[in-house]
């Protein structure tokens, strides 16, 4: 095993959970009369903290998004994933590998810790990340793509910057690991290679990943 330490991005990477919030948000958006289609969510945000939607649309409009945008949206977002979300596939697999070899893991995202823990609770992997595995953009001044919250994560699990790979499917989450001073592996079920040409490895298979790693 190469690195000491493997930090998994969530949303698109542990949970299939990108297509079913993207077309809600660009729904909210459109709602609201900032006309956003499904993939010019993706493009916008995939992998972004929340304040990142409100500073786009506030930079691109001069407007700001309502008080309780965040509220609505999420409340809109947990009940599609209590219907709906399910694993990506194989992470159930990888992460029982990772725990059965003695590998240490954990999650960095860029969502809110209730979001992780409404989509690992859904889809059973609550079972692999208990509290000290789990670390959100809420604990850290700013999300990706600053290198804040895998530095904070990495600080948190006891293992240097470089010693640590991140598993990412976001442009942004590449760029936070690579600024962050980490190797990154850029997974591309959703995402088109080209746009995650800052990782180190790129896999189009969760299932492929134990065997990259060493």
Not at 106 to 116: F, L
Not at 181 to 199: I, K
Request: net charge negative; with cysteine; proline share 5%.
């Amino acid at each position: 095993m190469r690195y000491d330490l493997v930090i998994f991005d969530n949303d698109g990477v542990l949970v299939d959970s990108e297509p079913i919030s993207n077309k809600l948000l660009a729904g909210c958006l459109t709602e609201l009369g900032y006309p956003t289609s499904y993939e010019e969510s993706l493009r916008d945000y995939m992998g972004a903290a929340m304040h990142r939607v409100h500073d786009l649309v506030e930079e691109r409009t001069g407007q700001r998004l309502p008080d309780d945008f965040d509220d609505v949206f999420h409340a809109r977002v947990f009940a599609a994933f209590e219907r709906e979300l399910k694993p990506v596939a194989g992470a159930v697999d990888v992460v029982e590998r990772l725990a059965a070899d003695g590998v240490p893991y954990c999650v960095a995202s860029s969502g809110s810790h209730e979001r992780i823990r409404v989509g690992h609770r859904t889809t059973g992997l609550d079972r692999w990340f208990d509290e000290g595995r789990v670390f959100s953009s809420q604990d850290v001044g700013r999300g990706k793509p600053a290198p804040d919250l895998f530095l904070y994560a990495a600080e948190r699990m006891g293992v240097v910057p470089e010693r640590c790979v991140v598993v990412e499917d976001s442009p942004l989450g590449v760029q936070a690991a690579v600024a962050a001073g980490m190797d990154v592996y850029g997974f591309t079920a959703m995402t088109p290679a080209e746009r995650l040409s800052g990782a180190n490895q790129l896999f189009g298979d969760l299932r492929e990943l134990p065997d990259l790693l060493v």
